[in-house]
C-alpha cells in the first residue's frame, strides 16, 4: 500500500508535496494510517483534533492519545473540544451535522491564522460507498450518486483509491496503533447499517465491487459534466440579471421538454425545497409567489422573478471604539484578547497596532480591493467574489469591515492580510459577529 500511496501522491496529488498541511486526526485506524503514509514521504503537515465530548471518557482518551502520539513524533498539533450536544440543539441540527460544521469552521480557521494550504482527511474507498448509498436511499439526483471528489476546494482526500481491507491490511502489517470509536459497532447511525449489512452483501456477491463501483463513478461523472454544460448553456437563453433580480423566460423555457429539470439546478442554491410549487408557478397567474428562506420567486406575466427578501436598507454603520457594540446591519462584537481562541467561521483576530477607529461597516461596493488572508498581493473584491462562486445576491448580502479606508474583512468569508494577528502579535483585537442569516 506504501509503493501505491506514494505513485498516487506523484500522478495525482503531487502539488502537496511543497505545501503546508493539515491532517483531520481522530485517532481512528483510517486517520493515524494516513499520518503514518505522510510521514513516510515527509511531508510537511500538523494534526488537528476535535474532541466532541459526545464519549465520556472514550473522547477524553481519544484526545490524550492523539496528543501523545504528536509529542512522542515531535508533530504540531491542534486540538479543540466542543459541546456538541449544546450546539446541535441551539442550531436545530442532527449530531452529525452539528459535528461537521464545528469541525470544519474550526479547520478553516486554522488554515487562516496558522496559513496551512489544505486540509486533509481520511475518507477512503468505502466511505465513498457507503455515502452513495445513504444519498441514494433518501432519494436524490446526480450530485447525490458522483461520489465524494478528492479534492473539494481546500480539502483534499488522498486515500480514496484504497479500501477499508488494504487500511486494514496495513495497520496490521506495520503494527500501527490507533484508538477504537465504540459507536462505530452501533447500528443506530444509518452509515452503521450500510456498513454492517448492506456493503458486505455487494462484496460477497461482486468480489471486485468496488473497482466495480468506482466505474460506475467515472460514468456518472462524465454524464455530470455533460449535464453542468446543458445547464449553462441554456441558462444563457432563458435567464437575464436585471437590477439585482434573475429573469427567466417563460416562453423560452417551456421550448425545453425538460424544463423542471432546469429549474431545479437553477434554483435549488437559493434555498428552495417545494419543488411541484415551483414548477406550477410556470402555469400559475401573475403575481403569484414562494419562499424560500431568503429568496422570493415571483410570477410576472411572461417571467419568473427570482429576488432577495428585502431587508432594511443600512448604508454604512460606523464604531466608534473597541467598547461599541453594533445590532444591525450585524450584531458585531469587539474585544481585546491576550491570545487567540474560539477559532470559528464568524471571527477574525486583528493586530491592534493596525486597527484605526472609526470601523466603517458597509456593502461591498464595484472598485473594492484587498489583501486575502493567507495569499500574497492584492486582489478585486469582485474577482475573490468571482473565484468563489458567489451568487448575484451573496454579493448584494455581502458586508466590509473597513478601518481608514482599507478593508479588514470581507465579513463571515476572508480577511485582510494586512491587519490579521498571529501568535506574536502583542495585542489583539477579536472580532466576531454573530448574524449569519445577514451574510
Not at 513524533?73 to 479543540?80: A, K, V
Not at 492580510?417 to 472580532?431: G, L, P, V, W
Request: proline share 2%.
Amino acid at each position: 500500500m506504501e509503493q501505491k500511496f506514494q505513485n498516487h501522491i506523484q500522478q495525482n496529488l503531487s502539488f502537496l508535496k511543497d505545501k503546508k498541511l493539515l491532517v483531520a486526526t481522530s485517532g481512528g485506524m483510517d486517520s493515524m494510517v494516513l499520518v503514518h503514509l505522510f510521514k513516510k514521504l515527509n511531508l510537511n503537515f500538523a494534526l488537528a483534533h476535535c474532541n466532541f465530548q459526545l464519549r465520556g471518557l472514550e473522547s477524553d482518551g481519544d484526545e490524550n492519545f492523539v496528543k501523545e502520539y504528536a509529542k512522542s513524533n515531535n508533530i504540531n498539533c491542534f486540538i479543540t473540544k466542543f459541546d456538541t450536544e449544546k450546539y446541535s440543539k441551539e442550531h436545530k441540527l442532527s449530531t452529525q451535522l452539528a459535528a461537521r460544521k464545528l469541525r470544519y469552521d474550526w479547520f478553516n480557521e486554522i488554515l487562516e491564522q496558522e496559513k496551512f494550504d489544505y486540509i486533509v482527511t481520511a475518507h477512503h474507498a468505502d466511505d465513498v460507498v457507503e455515502t452513495f448509498m445513504i444519498n441514494l436511499s433518501r432519494g436524490t439526483g446526480l450530485d447525490g450518486l458522483t461520489g465524494i471528489p478528492s479534492q473539494n476546494g481546500n480539502i483534499i482526500r488522498p486515500l480514496l483509491p484504497f479500501s477499508r481491507t488494504e487500511i486494514e491490511k496495513y495497520v496490521s502489517e506495520n503494527n500501527l496503533q490507533w484508538r477504537e470509536d465504540s459507536s462505530n459497532a452501533s447500528d443506530k447511525y444509518l452509515r452503521n447499517k450500510i456498513r454492517h449489512h448492506i456493503v458486505p452483501v455487494f462484496k460477497e456477491i461482486n468480489e471486485s465491487f468496488l473497482q466495480s463501483f468506482q466505474n460506475t463513478l467515472e460514468h456518472l461523472n462524465q454524464e455530470q459534466s455533460l449535464v453542468n454544460d446543458a445547464v449553462q448553456m441554456v441558462y444563457e437563453k432563458v435567464v437575464s440579471e436585471e437590477k439585482g433580480q434573475l429573469k427567466i423566460d417563460i416562453s423560452v423555457l417551456l421550448q425545453y421538454k425538460n424544463y423542471k429539470a432546469y429549474l431545479y439546478q437553477w434554483l435549488h442554491k437559493f434555498g428552495f425545497s417545494a419543488w411541484n410549487d415551483v414548477y406550477n408557478l410556470v402555469e400559475s397567474q401573475s403575481g403569484k409567489q414562494i419562499f424560500s428562506e431568503n429568496y422570493i420567486l415571483l410570477k410576472d406575466r411572461g417571467f419568473l422573478i427570482l429576488s432577495a427578501k428585502k431587508t432594511a436598507d443600512f448604508k454604512e454603520i460606523i464604531v466608534n471604539s473597541i467598547t461599541e457594540k453594533t445590532n444591525f446591519p450585524l450584531k458585531l462584537t469587539l474585544c481585546n484578547l491576550s491570545n487567540i481562541s474560539n477559532r470559528m467561521k464568524n471571527v477574525i483576530f486583528v493586530n491592534e497596532n493596525k486597527i484605526q477607529f472609526p470601523l466603517t461597516i458597509r456593502k461591498w461596493k464595484e472598485g473594492d480591493c484587498f489583501y486575502p488572508s493567507g495569499m500574497q498581493g492584492k486582489k478585486k473584491v469582485s474577482k475573490y467574489f468571482k473565484d468563489e462562486k458567489f451568487t448575484l445576491f451573496q454579493k448584494q448580502k455581502t458586508w466590509i469591515l473597513e478601518s481608514n479606508n482599507q478593508i479588514v474583512w470581507i465579513i463571515g468569508h476572508r480577511a485582510d492580510e494586512r491587519f490579521i494577528a498571529n501568535n506574536s502579535t502583542q495585542t489583539q483585537i477579536k472580532i466576531e459577529f454573530n448574524n449569519e442569516k445577514n451574510i
